[in-house]
């Protein structure tokens, strides 16, 4: 099919590129957003801008919270009607009981997982979870959406597209396509080391795109091929469900057989039991963790098999030290004994924990979230200039030869760069705007995302009839000034009605909301210059078209 | 030493290591400097001396964060430092010729 390595290599890459550039971008831009998705759900919950705070007690704060939550999420319990064969009892049985707290969260999460009777599905159960203030164990508004964790964090690896986990397999195919991608790239880029620092911003836009993207390519090459597979592997259980499909018979065994050995019952015993004091199994777990001098706070809690006889208590450490995770401490509910520690991870285990660790950063170092933030950076950079350069080498040829692919794809990056931004800038304005009390005020919040987005689209598809030309399309510019405008929007309307402006915030050093105030006036900054260079460049452009046909007119006469 | 002062070190140690790496390159070389070419003795030094920075940027992030976290950052800075290296190259040459001490600044 081709003459040789390279230029089959070079098909794969220009074409898989493409095609799946726009789902990439998606993926890498709130990637990097979710670096910093607590900042930002301070940002927009402006009632939690308090200091992060550890654990609370179980047995006062979080046992009496746990009991109230008799009710799985709407969405998930209409799903599960769906799946099962007898109607569904009014009460769900209580699985699980689990908190889940990061050095970074001043509010708790708290779930419930109820138990699916009669589900074809091996284990099937649905969630039920809230957010609490963990000063006063006072539940938070419900219809306040966490930006960050709740809608940027689920974007980036399922586009919010959850029938049949569609989005997940279109972002893992993503990945995938990404991962060949770098191999491709590297086999068609000639001179690697020689253009290693290479970047000219002052030639043809062509060349100084490639430039740019060759860089940003090569220089965090390892960053792109160990994101994108750590990213896969995350998700291995859903692309590659073997435990649960053919090989579930094996799994099953396997996991009676663990269970033997660590004395962690697999199902409830049936009879009720009593709990123990939680919080002396935490004071025991923490305890061990300064003997073996590695103290910390907790991180993950759960209680197994909720009201049952063999209920058991799972403690983790928060892990702000390391890259991967730790044992877990298991307690039995009835003694608070300590009846199982998990053994140290073989190497397999290891390297696992280590990649899942990297790509969710759960520890606490904030010189290294930076570094992974700019690296989420270059990767879109890398992503962007390729979708740019696809466009600039054909519009030339597509315009004498009338046809219009490079000016589709020229509309669809205008929309997956600059406007993904002005929605994900639109989503805080929205947020900031919106009355406090609205009902389904997250929905809101959601849809201006979306009408955004689509709005951009719109527009982009008008504007790019100046690629037909062999021009660069206005939309380019005119979306940077829309982001501008609504940056620029957002920090002030944050500073209105909070009263938490910058001066404020930096002076007391609050850098969740200061941190997020000041990269959106960054971003602005960012895309003012972007577009006054578009814009310079245009009517340079334009200019020499006037005087070539000028001169074209005098030598006619 | 506090860990902050080791990883800003770090990251410095690794942008000027990145620096000697690309001064070594005769495009570079011609960027910062205006001359020709970099003699193939001061080319292997600078390459040299480039490798040993960037070690010892490892070194630092070592000192700083269990072996595990370490190499993350070091990866990441290097990332980090390259594209600063290329972008000053891009706008402000010049600038690196700071770190060609021994050669007197070039009349022009």
Known sequence: MFPNFRLSMTWLHTWFGLLLGFVLMVAFFFGSLSVF???IDRWAIPATRIEARPMPSFDTTLAPI?????DPDPDELAAAKTRVSQPLPDKLAVMTWSAFTTHRDPVLRMFVEFKVPNSPLPDDHIHGSITIDPRDGKQLPENRLAIGSEF??????SLHLNWADIGYWIVGFAALAMLAALVSGVVMHRKIFRE???FRPNKKIQRSTLDLHNLSGVVALPFHFLWALSGLIIFAGLYFPVLGTMMRPLAAAQEKLEATQTGLDLEPSGTPGTLASVDGMVAEAKAMWVERGVPGEVGFLIVHHVGSSNAYVSVYRDNT????????????????KLIHEDPPEGAVSTV??????????????????WLIFAGG???SVCIVTGLVFFVEKRKRQHSEQRRSGARWADALAVTTVTGMVVATLAILVANRLLPEELAQRDLWEKSTFWAAWALCLVHAIWRSSAVLKARTSPAWAEQCWAIVVLAIGAVLLNAVTTGDHLFKTLSEGYWPVAGTDLMMLACAALAAIAARRLQRRATAAARAVDQDSELREVRHA | MPDAVLLIAALFTACLGMAWLALAMDVHWKQVCGSASPSPVISKLLRGLGFATLLAALLLCLEADTATMAVLVWMMALAVAAVTVAFVLSWRPRLLAVLLPWRRPTAR
């Open chain 1, 321 to 336: 030290d390391r890259v991967g995770g730790g044992p877990g401490l298991h307690f039995q509910g009835s003694t608070g």
């Open chain 1, 352 to 369: 696992n924990s280590f990649l899942i660790g990297m790509h969710l950063q759960r520890f606490k170092h904030w010189t290294l979230r």
């Open chain 1, 377 to 379: 950076i270059l990767s």
């Open chain 1, 37 to 39: 998705d607590r900042e």
């Open chain 1, 152 to 157: 940027f964090y689920p974007m980036h690896f």
């Open chain 1, 196 to 198: 290693f620092f290479t």
């Open chain 1, 66 to 70: 746990f009991r109230t939550i008799t």
